[in-house]
């Protein structure tokens, strides 16, 4: 799974992050990411999940992040209701 995560992070990931893998990739023959370029690369991975995973949900069916969910409560509070 981790041999993957350099492919994922360079096809998802923030430019910056893949042109960093590339780099490393020309340099070392092999991508040696930092401890910050890993967490990168993961959340990159965790990105594309979430992108697929919500593509084949259902459309009535939603998922609401629990910052979402303070965000509408502190609105409703606000305006009342």
């Known amino acids: 799974m ?3 995560l350099p492919k ?3 096809e998802h990931g923030l430019p910056a ?7 490393s990739i020309k340099k ?3 991508p040696k990411p930092t ?3 890993f967490r990168r690369m993961t959340e990159a991975a965790k990105q594309r999940h979430w992108r697929q995973h ?3 949900e259902p459309r009535d069916r939603t998922l609401v992040s ?3 969910r303070v965000t509408l409560k502190v609105r409703r509070d606000l305006d009342g209701g």
């Open 2 to 4: 981790l041999d993957g």
């Open 8 to 10: 994922v992070a360079i």
């Open 17 to 23: 992050l893949a042109e960093q893998l590339r780099a």
């Open 28 to 30: 070392h023959g092999e």
């Open 35 to 37: 401890a910050v370029t």
């Open 54 to 56: 919500l593509r084949s």
């Open 66 to 68: 629990t910052a979402d």
